[in-house]
């Protein structure tokens, strides 16, 4: 099986930074692209950012400008930088990937338990 864990949430001030990073283990053959989703309260699960293994990057409208996603593959771990963090960015935000099991096979995207941001004063 797969597993995703992710760390570096917290708590922190309006205006302030963090780095969550996200980490795969497990038997798999390789990770295709891997990103982050965020989930407030009473809301859907919305993109964040996703970087493919050839390092082509997406970022949602809202946080364009503010983080950067970037991918260490040897780790096979998947970092997001967060700047100028505002209050509305606070929600449970999610580590994805997408994995082929063995050569050639169908691809599984699999979910990381959560790391809890929370942006306040």
């Known amino acids: 099986q797969v597993q995703l864990v992710e760390s570096g949430g917290g708590l922190v001030q309006p205006g302030g930074s963090l780095r969550l990073s996200c980490a795969a283990s497990g038997r798999f053959f390789s990770i295709d692209a891997m990103g982050w989703y965020r989930q407030a309260p009473g809301k859907q699960r919305e993109l964040v950012a996703t970087?493919?293994?050839?390092?082509?990057?997406n970022y949602a409208d809202s946080l364009k400008g503010r983080c950067a996603i970037s991918r260490d593959i040897a780790k096979k771990t998947v970092y997001l930088q967060m700047n100028s963090l505002k209050p509305e960015d606070t929600a449970v935000y999610y580590c994805n990937a997408d994995v082929r099991r063995t050569t050639g096979g169908r691809i599984y995207g699999y979910w990381g338990q959560g790391t809890q941001v929370t942006v306040s004063s």
């Open positions: 970087i493919t293994n050839s390092g082509a990057t």
